[in-house]
């Protein structure tokens, strides 16, 4: 049985990736480094501090990675007020599908609490979505178990009764590392994301409810 479902937040429930994308190459071309986006591919659904920390080093940039962090914040936050946003197609009604059936959810993102709070807000979840986590609020993030671990505390709920809803190879580790079953919800923007190790795999949230009472075998 399935007594509670996370979700991703970035490439899931909002078509982020992009925004995320346009905030890193526009810091970097600030710092004078011109990279192709595939080279942002492999961060998906790391924190900004390892990233930032991991692009720092192979690059050479000579700036405050604290400095940088509060530089992409601020421009993610303003791209996502600013921008017509809105919740996947059929993330909201999936969602809302499942606190119907008093089926707990939570968040667990890699992107900071202040963002994850403003896509919440933008896109109408926060009316289901109570509970979240950022990966930068625990130890280790994505591919690490440590945010979904987390998530499933919050919700006073065995990490073996979690089912994840993941989008990047990161994250899918993480929820196999920490016992839980996943879904892959592949999304072209997240790049070409190995999903293989997933117990399911959709492009569409509409067959996203099928899987979770098929893996779930129904819900209690």
């Known amino acids: ?21 346009r905030t890193d ?6 710092l004078g480094i011109q990279v192709q986006r595939d080279y942002l591919n492999r961060f998906v659904g790391m924190t900004n501090p390892e990233m930032w920390k991991t692009i720092i080093s192979e690059q050479g940039i000579a700036r405050d990675i604290d400095e940088i962090l509060s530089e992409q914040l601020e ?37 900071s609490l202040p963002f994850i709070e403003g896509v919440l807000r933008k896109t109408g979840l926060d009316r289901f979505i109570h509970r979240y986590v950022s990966a930068e609020s625990v130890a280790r993030g994505k591919p690490a178990p440590d945010v ?18 993941e989008d990047s190879r990161n994250g899918v580790l993480a929820a196999k ?22 117990d399911a795999v959709v492009t569409d949230h509409r067959d996203t409810m099928r899987e979770l009472e098929r893996l779930g075998g129904g819900f209690q």
């Open 1 to 21: 049985m399935i007594d509670a479902v996370i979700f991703d937040m970035d490439g899931v429930l909002i078509d982020s990736e992009p925004l995320h994308y």
């Open 25 to 30: 190459l526009t810091l970097l071309g600030k």
């Open 75 to 111: 421009l993610k936050l303003q791209l996502l007020n600013d921008g017509d946003w809105t919740a996947l197609s059929g993330a909201v009604e999936l969602v809302e599908g499942l606190v119907v059936k008093e089926i707990p959810v939570a968040v667990a993102s890699s992107s």
């Open 148 to 165: 979904f671990l987390e998530a499933a505390r919050m919700l006073a709920v065995s990490p073996v009764q979690c089912l994840v809803v």
């Open 177 to 198: 590392a920490a016992g839980m079953r996943v879904i892959g919800y592949r999304n072209p923007s997240s790049g070409d994301q190995d999903l293989s190790r997933a």
